[in-house]
Nanobody, 114 residues
């Protein structure tokens, strides 16, 4: 499956962005889809993930600010990011787990200015 992220950009602290991840095939049966982020010089960390039955998990650092959702009809997952902080600045990657295989998008840059 190919994953294409969009929606990144430059935003002031306290602002909002919505990231989209469009898949090249139906996501209805994809076990888990997630958003990860990687800041310069740091490892790639989980931000949020959603199971195919709809259960979501969030990193503690984004709980209450970020919301992940999926639109099976349009083969797209979203990450609504509110109350953005400078520490949210990173490249955000979409991830899909199908069986034992994992697939990554190319990433989209999010920059939060303080």
């Amino acid at each position: 499956v190919a994953l294409v992220e969009s929606g990144g950009g430059l935003v002031q602290a306290g602002g909002s962005l919505r990231l989209s991840c469009a898949a090249s095939r139906s996501i209805f049966s994809i076990n888990v889809m997630g958003w990860y982020r990687q800041a310069p010089g740091k490892q790639r960390d989980l931000v949020a993930e959603i199971a195919n039955w709809g259960a979501t998990t969030y990193a503690d650092s984004v709980k209450g600010r970020f919301t992940m959702s999926r639109d099976n009809a349009n083969n797209t997952v979203y990450l609504q990011m509110n109350s953005l902080k400078s520490e949210d600045t990173a490249v955000y990657y979409c991830y899909a787990q199908i069986g034992r295989l994992g697939y990554w998008g190319q990433g989209t840059q999010v920059t939060v200015s303080s």
